[in-house]
Each structure stands twice: as C-alpha cells, then as structure tokens.
T-cell receptor
Framework: DSGVTQTPKHLITATGQRVTLRCSPRSGDLSVYWYQQSLDQGLQFLIQYYNGEERAKGNILERFSAQQFPDLHSELNLSSLELGDSALYFC??????????????FGPGTRLLVL | AQTVTQSQPEMSVQEAETVTLSCTYDTSESDYYLFWYKQPPSRQMILVIRQEAYKQQNATENRFSVNFQKAAKSFSLKISDSQLGDAAMYFCAYRYNAGNMLTFGGGTRLMVKP
C-alpha cells in the first residue's frame, strides 16, 4: 500500500458525460500528479499540482481539468467523454525535499470505461 | 524532449534464474533520476528501484539491481532468483532532477515459469 488513495476504483459512463476522479496523497506529500495509461498511448503524464497550484502540464486535453484543494486532495475532471478516454487514470504523490521533488508513489488507479 | 525506450516487449525466465530487462533513454541533461516500476495484474504501480544519475554506484534492492551506464544512456534491471510473484509489467522511467513529470518507456512483460 503506497498510502495514496483514489476513488472510485471503477467508473463506467457514456459518451458525452462528465466524471470526477478523486485522489488523496500520502500524508505530508504536497505534490500530486495525474497520469493516464491507455493501450495505444502507454503511460502519459497529464498534470501536476503543488500545494494547490498548478506546476506542470503534459498531454492533457482541454476537456480535462484538475485542481488541488487546501486539504491537498486533488480531483481530475473529465468532460465530454469520448470512447478514446477509456483508460486507467493514476494519481501519484511526492514530498518536497530540499528543492527537488522526490520519488513519486502511485495510487491504485481509477479504471474508466466510456461506452 | 526526453524519451525512454524498452526494446523487449516480453521476456520470460525460469523460476530461481536471473533475468535482465533493458532500458535506454535520451536526454541532454546531466542530472536526473531513473526508476523501475512494477505493474502486476492488479495494475498497481510499485516502485522497484531508483538511481540518481550523479551516483556512479549501481542501486540495489534485495534481489533487484541495476546496471547504470550513463555515457551509453542505458539503465537495465537485473532480477536475481526470480520468483513467481515477479511476473508483471516492468516500466522504466526518467525524471529530470529539477522537473516534475515521469517519462515512461513502453514496458516489458515478464513471465516467470515454474
């Protein structure tokens, strides 16, 4: 158990819908990262937050957005869902250590199926 | 942009034997971190081992060790005394020291034969 929690574990929805994925980082970790794992794209970095502020953006679609709340949990919002958005979405967290981000620990993932 | 390549889509090893998984990467940076993550059928991403580029000594964690060749930009994972529980997808990942994101390779599926 990495200490990172994600809910829900599974999500089945229809095209055009909107869903919210939730992540709670390890105790003490200020950084949260979101990754997408799909069959055709592999593991891709989406976005990173540090202590409530967006720090880095990767291959995140405009239909997707995220935020980190004062209690440090994060939510990834996916809207106007398409079949191709079906994937495993991971959240990871890391602490802040001496100016360099440390190792990222992953949550169990949320498996999204868009029908 | 940094890229990570795992040239072996699948590998198999006999239980109790040793296997080496390959990884190469491309970067213009001199300071960075490299990782191996394991993804068993449960799909959980589990950190196996980590290497700092500024350290010449190869990292070791129990039965897992790496062969880090900085000049060749190579970072292989050796699993000794393979066990059935080692069967999983293994991902090599790169992180620039001052950066944030992990860049992953395509993965190697390891099968362990009893």
């Amino acid at each position: 158990d990495s200490g990172v929690t994600q809910t829900p574990k599974h999500l089945i929805t229809a095209t055009g819908q909107r869903v919210t994925l939730r992540c709670s980082p390890r105790s003490g970790d200020l950084s949260v990262y979101w990754y997408q794992q799909s069959l055709d794209q592999g593991l891709q970095f989406l976005i990173q937050y540090y202590n409530g502020e967006e720090r880095a953006k990767g291959n995140i679609l405009e239909r997707f957005s995220a935020q980190q709340f004062p209690d440090l949990h994060s939510e990834l919002n996916l809207s106007s869902l398409e079949l191709g958005d079906s994937a495993l979405y991971f959240c990871a967290s890391s602490p802040w250590t001496g100016g360099a981000y440390e190792t990222q620990y992953f949550g169990p993932g949320t498996r999204l199926l868009v029908l | 942009a940094q890229t990570v390549t795992q040239s072996q889509p699948e590998m198999s090893v006999q239980e109790a034997e040793t296997v080496t998984l390959s990884c190469t990467y491309d970067t213009s940076e001199s300071d960075y971190y490299l990782f191996w993550y394991k993804q068993p059928p449960s799909r959980q991403m589990i950190l196996v081992i980590r290497q700092e580029a500024y350290k010449q000594q190869n990292a070791t964690e129990n039965r897992f060790s790496v062969n880090f060749q900085k000049a060749a930009k190579s970072f292989s994972l050796k699993i000794s005394d393979s066990q059935l529980g080692d069967a999983a997808m293994y991902f090599c990942a790169y992180r620039y020291n001052a950066g944030n994101m992990l860049t992953f390779g395509g993965g190697t599926r390891l099968m362990v034969k009893p």
